[in-house]
């Protein structure tokens, strides 16, 4: 089997390092109301990806929506246990880096490419702080 990999490079929102399946949204995530921190799933209704879980993945997404609240959905899933593993944003606002930061996993933003195109769901993700390797089969 020959497996492709990838390598991007960003800006550091939080350093730090993880490595797991990527889960990839097209489209902006609501924090508030959004997505169900005790489940850790996108609850938000219309979403691409209402009903996925992103708990123990790398979550992939162009960028936060909604209120300062976003911040703490996130918090409160990394509380609960139930957050992502590390968050790759494609631009930045104050919303997601509030959001990466109290989620406290390793995050990055401003790569060389759009990562909600060059990573899909189900790659294997290795975020090393500003650099990221992707693998798919």
Do not use: Y
């Amino acid at each position: 089997m020959i497996k492709t990999t990838i390598v991007l490079r960003g800006r550091v929102v939080v350093p730090g390092a993880c490595e797991g399946e990527a889960l990839v949204s097209h489209e902006p995530i609501s924090g508030w109301g959004g997505i169900d921190p005790a489940r850790g799933v996108i609850i938000e209704p219309r979403h691409e990806l209402n009903g996925a879980c992103f708990t123990g993945k790398v979550l992939v997404f162009p960028s936060a929506k909604g209120s300062s609240g976003w911040s703490g959905f996130f918090q409160s899933a990394r509380l609960l246990g139930t957050a992502p593993i590390g968050m790759i944003i494609a631009r930045i606002s104050t919303k997601s880096a509030l959001g990466a930061v109290v989620t406290r996993v390793p995050a990055v933003t401003d790569l060389d490419a759009d990562p909600c195109e060059a990573i899909a769901t189900g790659d294997r993700v290795r975020i090393d702080n500003g650099t990221v390797e992707v693998r798919r089969p």
